[in-house]
Nanobody, 124 residues
Framework: QVQLVESGGGLVQAGGSLRLSCAAS????????WGWFRQAPGKEREFVAT????????DYADSVKGRFTASRDNAKNTAYLQMNNLKPEDTAVYYC?????????????????WGQGTQVTVSS
């Protein structure tokens, strides 16, 4: 069982930055690919970003491309989401998630392990 603990959310003005962290309680951190999702009030949870387990290649939703960067530090068992140039429409609860499956990176059902979520609020 993998436990994920998120941190780094908060309130920021439009144009500001935040970095989310996702610490994992596993000795096999490098075996997992990581995804970031978010859920805004009244909306369904949506894909934001993902980073693979081996090459560390990344993929992003169009809405965050060029502003968000996913990364990982295998030595610290931690995944990160750097968010720059934040916009009010980025306001949501952000979740990190881990998967073993190589594919289905956009599919939430492919991620058996989830963090508790952290609130990000961007004021205009």
């Amino acid at each position: 069982q993998v436990q994920l603990v998120e941190s780094g959310g908060g309130l920021v003005q439009a144009g500001g930055s935040l970095r989310l962290s996702c610490a994992a309680s596993t000795r096999t951190f490098s075996n997992y690919a990581w995804g970031w999702f978010r859920q805004a009030p009244g909306k369904e949870r949506e894909f934001v970003a993902t980073i693979t387990r081996n090459s560390g290649s990344t993929d992003y939703a169009d809405s965050v491309k060029g502003r968000f960067t996913a990364s990982r530090d295998n030595a610290k068992n931690t995944a990160y989401l750097q968010m720059n140039n934040l916009k009010p429409e980025d306001t949501a609860v952000y979740y990190c998630a881990a998967r073993v499956a190589a594919g289905r990176k956009y599919d939430q059902r492919a991620y058996p392990y989830w963090g508790q979520g952290t609130q990000v609020t961007v004021s205009s």
